[in-house]
């Protein structure tokens, strides 16, 4: 049976895999939330571009924020402990999935500014940011995810 949220003491799970599983899944609920609000809203043959998409943004950005450290506090509540310890394969392993996931960073600005320079409709180029966020979260926790579960070559 896996350990993945075992939360208790002895648990095989280091404190920094906890909080790079809850940055994932809270990336994919909040962004699929999303497109669940702005693809109902163009149901009625309403053009993508044209549909009200920046308060729903908003929403689910501000309640993915707020859902991630709800989440974090709740996991560093149920084991105190760990949630200071923080070893240097810990420091290794986030700068790691950091600079993984800052290539959709990269990736999602020359994108908008591309849209831009194309004069795409404002839906567009926040949409393509957002993605751009959404995937940096997914594959920086991803990267930290496989390096915890089969190691990573340190350097």
């Known amino acids: 049976m896996s350990k993945l949220f075992y939360m208790g003491v002895g648990s095989d799970v280091a404190f920094e895999e906890k909080r790079a599983w809850i940055a994932a899944v809270v990336a994919v609920a909040g962004y699929t939330v999303y497109l669940a609000v702005v693809l109902g809203r163009s149901g009625g043959g309403v053009p993508l ?3 009200a998409y920046a308060a729903p943004l908003l929403w ?3 309640g993915a924020i707020v859902a991630a450290i709800a989440l974090n506090i ?5 084991s105190p402990r760990e949630a200071d310890a923080k070893d240097q394969r ?3 392993i986030g700068r790691l999935g950091d600079l993984a996931g800052q290539s959709f960073l990269v ?3 020359v994108a908008a500014l591309a849209l831009s320079m194309a004069e795409a409709d404002h839906f567009w180029i926040s949409n393509v940011i957002y993605l751009g966020f959404v995937l ?9 995810l496989a390096a915890y579960r089969w190691g990573f070559q340190s350097w």
């Open 49 to 51: 571009a044209e549909v």
């Open 60 to 62: 689910t950005v501000g």
């Open 74 to 78: 709740a996991v560093a509540l149920a």
């Open 90 to 92: 810990d420091k290794e």
């Open 107 to 109: 990736i999602g600005a």
């Open 136 to 144: 940096s979260a997914l594959l920086g926790s991803t990267v930290k």
